[in-house]
T-cell receptor
């Protein structure tokens, strides 16, 4: 069964600090991995998308890494801001069959001033 | 502002009411999706439309009836809902990279989500 596990479940950091969120998956064969940011009461917003051949991708202060061999991804947030407080969701899609992405349960990040 | 527009933002309805949720996008995307999201849980896929045809129905009860009248619009008709149907209903769209088989979709394109309709069933 395809699974996506995220850790930690929740995280509290001080403004200006860096943090790293983890995503492990069992989806196979692998197609792509996406990180989304979801603010409370809003829809998810795409941060990065990586395919098999990509091992790092940046979007401003967000940097995602992918190790397709170990089936792990991380999202690193640099110099956190109060507006980074949100849920971060890892979504993995397979290939060769019907398109049904597998969502992780998300990491809830709170940035304190 | 999101490029996928959902209306209404909030909806309160009784179990005997009939209502509809609406979703609109003008990005030229030919794949559109309905998700249901409960509090502190990830979105759960309900329906997928590809080229205005229903491609995937994730065993959703018949009290939810999707409709895709054209390539820009996606509706979700609601009738005789239950209190447990209270949730945030998200619409998303994406490009369709290619059709793998006639009954399957393969897409590595990102999904663009609307802000959802928060539905409460009394």
């Amino acid at each position: 069964k395809n699974q996506v596990e995220q850790s930690p479940q929740s995280l509290i950091i001080l403004e200006g600090k860096n943090c790293t969120l983890q995503c492990n998956y069992t989806v196979s064969p692998f197609s792509n991995l996406r990180w989304y940011k979801q603010d409370t009461g809003r829809g998810p917003v795409s941060l990065t998308i990586m395919t098999f051949s990509e091992n790092t991708k940046s979007n401003g202060r967000y940097t995602a890494t992918l190790d397709a061999d170990t089936k792990q991804s991380s999202l690193h947030i640099t110099a956190s801001q109060l507006s980074d407080s949100a849920s971060y969701i890892c979504v993995v899609s397979g290939s060769g069959g019907s398109y049904i992405p597998t969502f992780g349960r998300g990491t809830s990040l709170i940035v304190h001033p | 502002d999101t490029e996928v527009t959902q209306t209404p933002k909030h909806l309160v309805m009784g179990m005997t009411n009939k209502k509809s949720l609406k979703c609109e996008q003008h990005m030229g995307h030919r794949a559109m999706y309905w998700y249901k999201q409960k509090a502190k849980k990830p979105p759960e896929l309900m329906f997928v439309y590809s080229y205005e045809k229903l491609s995937i129905n994730e065993s959703v009860p018949s009290r939810f009836s999707p409709e895709c009248p054209n390539s820009s619009l996606l509706n979700l008709h609601l009738h005789a809902l239950q209190p447990e149907d209270s949730a945030l209903y998200l619409c998303a769209s994406s490009q369709v990279a290619l059709v793998w088989r006639t009954d399957s979709l393969y897409s590595n394109q990102p999904q663009h989500f609307g802000d959802g309709t928060r539905l409460s069933i009394l």
